[in-house]
């Protein structure tokens, strides 16, 4: 968290992290549609040995006196190697893991939080964390967390930890996710970001 007092701005660093195809970029499509912003997300190809693709983009939400700027990266983290701490990671606020709740993802999940783990150390668990069970609708077994996911990760260590449901390609329960986690990253902020959802 950056605040600059030049500009009056405190700057957020939130990342969407998960396995390759659970979601993600839907989901932060559909987070930027809520502010009509969604030709703002870049999708940014770093070729780094292997190809790497993540999203990125900027909520800007002003107050009378301050700034509140959230920059927003997806990460897929199955091409890093676990001794390379990706840039994206760095001085991260908060995280939205994203779960494709298909049973047959199961072990793509597990062992993309496992990585993230790997990745971020004894810190880990004090980072502010939504879990987002995406794809929803194709989760045949309604009564499983995503397909047991939530029973094979030590979720009950997390100091600020959240779940939801969601299925970001009709946008639901994204914006929720996100209030969520502003609300654990800022919790005596009174900002309105809830449109019904
Ligand atoms: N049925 C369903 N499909 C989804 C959902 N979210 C994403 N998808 C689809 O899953 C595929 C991968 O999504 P994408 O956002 O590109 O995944 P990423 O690799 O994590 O960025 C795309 O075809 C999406 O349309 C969802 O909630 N339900
Ligand atoms: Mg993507």
């Known amino acids: 968290m950056i605040f600059n007092y030049d500009n009056k701005t405190l700057q957020v660093k939130i990342v969407y992290y998960g396995p390759a195809m659970s979601g993600k970029t839907t989901s932060i499509k559909s987070l930027f549609s809520y502010f009509k912003k969604e030709d703002s997300v870049k999708s940014i190809d770093s070729s780094v040995g292997r190809t790497l693709f993540f999203d990125f983009g900027v909520?800007?939400?002003?107050?009378?006196?301050?700034?509140?700027?959230?920059l927003i990266y997806s990460a897929t983290g199955q091409d890093f190697y676990a001794s390379t701490r990706p840039a994206t990671l760095n001085g991260v606020d908060g995280l939205i893991f994203v779960v494709d709740s298909q049973i047959e993802s199961l072990d793509?999940?597990?062992?993309s939080w496992n990585e993230l783990k790997t990745l971020f150390g004894s810190e880990f668990y004090n980072i502010p964390i939504?879990?987002?069970?995406?794809?929803?609708?194709?989760?045949?077994?309604?009564n499983q967390e995503a397909n047991g996911f939530l029973s094979y990760i030590d979720y009950k260590?997390?100091?600020?930890?959240?779940?939801?449901?969601?299925?970001?390609?009709?946008?639901?329960?994204?914006?929720?996710?996100?209030?969520?986690?502003?609300?654990?990253?800022?919790?005596q902020l009174k900002i309105k970001l809830c449109i019904n959802n």
């Open 59 to 70: 909520l800007h939400f002003k107050g009378t006196e301050w700034g509140l700027k959230f």
């Open 108 to 111: 793509h999940n597990i062992r």
């Open 130 to 142: 939504v879990i987002s069970l995406n794809k929803s609708d194709l989760n045949k077994n309604q």
């Open 157 to 187: 260590k997390f100091k600020q930890i959240s779940f939801k449901n969601t299925v970001a390609i009709k946008g639901q329960g994204i914006l929720n996710s996100f209030s969520e986690l502003v609300k654990f990253v800022f919790p």
